[in-house]
């Protein structure tokens, strides 16, 4: 049995299926890597009931796969936006005054957590190293094979139903992240996403944005090339790389000069103007 029909006999045994075209494998509108193994690996992980870590840069394409995941196993996925702000309501739920009969009635609204395991769902955790170490230990049970936790809000114990699953993204190093407690940390499988370049993000160019002259998503390719080179040598952050970005910037430019789009697509979105300066003369020597 070769690889791909292992994989279709797990995704089956969740009662999906998944698209298998060319060289790559993706789901249709999702997810697109140079590399398969990036989401053979993932699909293969989350099948055999694992938590996903997807670790890499801002704008790689972690929700995009999170996203694709979901799709390709049919199931609704839960989202959590870590900060640091975020506590147990935010993850369990909370307490809220209703009405029963014309009565006042206390009720529990459940939070992302609690509807994924009870509903058999995927949860889907955004940045997890945002928050604050203190509040991630609420996920421990969860994320081990109790897959269980305690709600303090109701006092009773939520157990997560079959084909639950956990997929959280995490972005190392940057402004405001903490690094993941160990415990936690070997509580997933990790995969690391890295920026798509190359023809591969040529077709994403294509596909997701509106932009579709050739030539122009060519030099944007250059030049994600380049910014991605500055990201690397510490010149510039890495949203300035975001392939999210780059994409608002392919649509922007269908309708206003490349420079133009680069400045309000990308540059500005940057704090310092040393910054700004050096996205914009990278752009400059492709775009004149």
């Known amino acids: 049995m070769n ?13 999906s299926s998944f698209t298998n075209s060319n060289e790559k494998m993706h789901f249709k509108g999702g997810f697109i890597s140079a590399n398969d193994y990036i989401l053979t690996d993932a699909i293969i992980a989350l099948s055999l ?21 979901a799709n390709i196993f049919k199931q609704p996925m839960h989202s959590i936006n870590c900060s640091v702000d975020m506590d147990a309501e935010s993850l369990l739920g909370f307490k809220t005054i209703g009405q029963e009969n ?49 709600n303090p809000f109701t006092g009773t114990v939520e157990n997560a139903k079959n084909h639950f699953g956990v997929i959280a993204a995490i972005n190392e190093g940057y402004i405001g992240t ?40 060519e030099k944007f390719v250059i030049l994600s090339e380049d910014l991605i080179t500055q990201v690397r040598n510490g010149q510039i952050p890495e949203e300035a790389a975001s392939i999210r970005a780059l994409i608002d910037t392919c649509d922007l430019a269908t309708y206003m000069p490349p420079l133009r789009a680069v400045q309000r697509g990308i540059a500005d979105k940057l704090e310092e103007e040393r910054e700004k300066a050096a996205v914009m003369n990278i752009t400059q020597t492709l775009f004149v």
């Open 102 to 150: 014309g009565q006042n009635t206390i009720e529990f609204v459940p939070g992302p957590v609690v509807k994924a395991m009870n509903q058999g769902h995927l949860l889907y955790i955004d940045e997890i190293n945002m928050a604050k170490p203190e509040t991630l230990p609420i996920l421990n049970s969860v994320l081990d094979y109790r897959r269980m936790v305690f």
């Open 3 to 15: 690889l791909p029909d292992v994989i279709k006999n797990l995704i089956d045994e969740r009662r």
């Open 49 to 69: 009931g694992k938590n996903v870590l997807l670790k890499g840069p801002t704008g790689s394409g972690k929700t995009k796969l999170a996203e694709t995941l």
């Open 178 to 217: 903490v690094p993941l407690n160990e415990a936690l940390k070997n509580r997933f499988v990790v995969i690391e996403v890295p920026y798509v370049q190359g023809d591969v993000l040529k077709e994403v160019l294509f596909n997701e944005s509106i932009l579709k002259d050739k030539v122009m998503i």
